[in-house]
């Protein structure tokens, strides 16, 4: 059964269809996971979540940080931004239907046959993937159980680093911010959220892609993930990103997982927005 992957979509769902229909996907017979930021900022979010829901249990989820952000939004917790695309969405007649399944998709999606894991943004240097793994399981159970209260604590930066006795809401945003929004960690292994750039520029500022973090815990499983536009296509032994910046100008990718030798396969955007 064939298994693809693909990038950041952002509210791109021509560029969605026009892969699906590129890569001849049926959902009777592949299967399908996207690594999160299914919406926002492109201008078919509602579109591209009707599509993604509908393909069923072909299809797997992991929350991206637009996810989050448009859940947040839905609970009264956040406000909308000025370059939000989300309004269509949430005046939608099946607005509930649509975000009830959003919030029940993981930040971990694990593939034991494969070896591989699917997430959005990137592990923290500290976590094993057991570690990970429940990280995963805790704040998907805590953002059901009471969305309210997650997502009015979920903001921030701190605490930048990983400590197993971190508790309440400041666990939770690290964890919230490892899956969602990491791209660099220092020598010490701190998050650096703030960084968003290429890792040529990065480097002259002593930043690390957390990938390439000294003694990481979590290697074992090929990582799967998105978020990174300025990275862009990449992939080695260990890990392959995904996002190739659709919104932005770019293209959006989908690449076959259990084929290794599979080259991407990419759409150019039909429109972009200024990065």
């Known amino acids: 059964m064939p298994l693809y992957a693909i990038g950041d979509i952002q509210g791109c769902d021509a560029e969605l269809g026009a892969l699906l229909e590129t890569i001849k996907f049926s959902p009777d017979r ?8 299914l919406v926002n900022r ?15 249990d072909a299809a797997t989820v992991t929350l991206g940080n637009h996810d989050l952000h448009l859940l947040a939004v839905a609970f009264g917790v956040a406000r909308i931004r000025s370059d939000d695309t989300l309004d269509e969405i949430l005046a939608a007649p099946d607005r509930e239907a649509l975000l ?15 070896n591989l894991c699917v997430l959005h ?10 570690t990970a793994r429940g ?8 953002l059901r159980q009471d969305p309210e209260r997650v997502f009015g604590q979920m ?39 703030r ?9 002259k500022k002593s930043l690390i892609p957390w990938f390439d973090a000294v003694n990481a815990r979590w290697h074992g499983p090929r990582v799967v993930f998105g978020h990174w536009s300025t990275l862009g296509f990449f992939s080695n032994s260990e890990v392959t990103s995904l996002d190739t910046g659709c919104v932005w100008g770019g293209s959006l990718t989908a690449l076959r997982l259990d084929e290794r030798a599979a080259a991407p396969v990419q759409v150019d955007c039909r429109a972009s927005r200024e990065p």
């Open 30 to 37: 592949d299967r399908i996971c996207f690594v999160g930021d």
């Open 42 to 56: 492109g201008p078919e979010s509602l579109q591209a979540l009707r599509r993604i829901r509908a393909l069923g």
């Open 100 to 114: 009830e399944w959003l919030i029940n998709q993981p930040l971990l999606h694990e593939d034991a046959s494969l």
């Open 121 to 130: 943004a990137g592990l923290p240097p500290q976590w094993d993937m057991a």
């Open 135 to 142: 990280c995963a399981r805790e704040f998907e159970h805590a």
């Open 155 to 193: 903001y921030g930066d701190e605490p930048d680093r990983w400590d197993a006795g971190l508790t309440g809401a400041n666990r939770l945003r690290f964890i919230a911010n490892c899956f969602t929004r990491l791209r660099y960690v220092d020598a010490e292994g701190r998050l650096a959220l």
């Open 195 to 203: 960084a968003k750039g290429s890792p040529e520029k990065a480097h």
